[in-house]
């Protein structure tokens, strides 16, 4: 009888390390891998409810450990700890809406100390000490916000495009050991970050319902869910993808292009 094969997007005998999963697209991201049945390694900052996603992931093999991707000596305790990987998603940053002339040095420090050094200097920490393994995937989060000009988020969309240029460039220095580096770009995701604290409103309840309705029309295909992004995380950390380096999947819902 022939062997049954192995499903592509399977993740069966992977390990995979995911930032940020102590809420949103890193949580979700991290539970579906799980499913999927990899062995996770997950990080966040608040220990509560990086347990909460802990307590989440199907199996029993996973392994978590709180840091702060901001800090170098934590970037490295983590690589430490987590040992060898097949695969990263790097699910931690922040937003940060403030017209460019009304920035100042410490917002660009925070805003690009989170979303563009925290991921670079955890890759290179990880590529360094050889943790992730021949054939390995690495993920970053971009945005729709790298791709189009929107008003007041000049230093966000920054971080996000510069994580799209050293992408590719590391997708063609680590492409002689076949691992592979790729972005997602999505547009609006219903997470709780949203629903609370949507972008260019007022902090009015009533306003903010208006805006995220206004949202959910502009898009033809509606707003995406965390799901959505780890369904496509998934398939860019499987073996389904293993031709696939150097690209960025954007998830627009239709809005964008």
Not at 137 to 145: G, H, L, N, P, Q
Not at 196 to 224: I, N
Not at 237 to 256: E, F, I, K, N
Request: positive net charge; charged residues 20%; aromatic residues 6%.
């Amino acid at each position: 009888m022939e062997p049954r094969k192995k499903h592509p997007f399977r993740l069966d005998g992977k390990a995979i390390l995911v930032t940020g999963a102590s809420s949103g697209i890193g949580r979700q991201v991290a539970i579906s891998c799980s499913q999927m049945g990899a062995k996770v390694f997950i990080t966040g900052r608040n220990a509560e409810r990086l347990a909460r996603t802990m307590s989440e992931l199907a199996g029993d093999v996973h392994a978590q450990a709180t840091a702060d991707m901001t800090s170098t000596a934590e970037i490295h305790k983590l690589v430490d700890a987590c040992g060898k990987v097949d695969g990263v998603f790097h699910g931690a940053g922040v937003s940060g809406v403030t017209p460019i002339k009304q920035i100042t040095e410490k917002f660009l420090q925070h805003v690009f100390s989170s979303n563009y050094f925290a991921p670079m200097l955890l890759t290179q920490r990880l590529l360094a000490k050889g943790a992730i393994q021949r054939g390995g995937s690495i993920v970053f989060m971009s945005s729709t916000a790298a791709h189009l000009g929107v008003h007041g988020v000049g230093v966000y969309s920054g971080t996000k495009a510069a994580l799209l240029a050293s992408m590719r460039c590391l997708a063609m220095e680590q492409a002689r050991i076949r691992i592979r580096a790729n972005c997602l770009s999505p547009d609006l995701v219903e997470t709780p970050l949203l629903v609370e604290m949507p972008m260019h409103v007022s902090t009015e309840a009533t306003e903010r319902q208006e805006w995220l309705d206004m949202q959910r029309k502009r898009h033809p295909l509606g707003l995406g869910r965390p799901e959505d992004v780890a369904y496509a995380a998934i398939y860019l950390l499987s073996d389904a993808s293993r031709g696939v380096t150097g690209t960025t999947l954007v998830m627009d819902g239709g809005v964008t292009f």
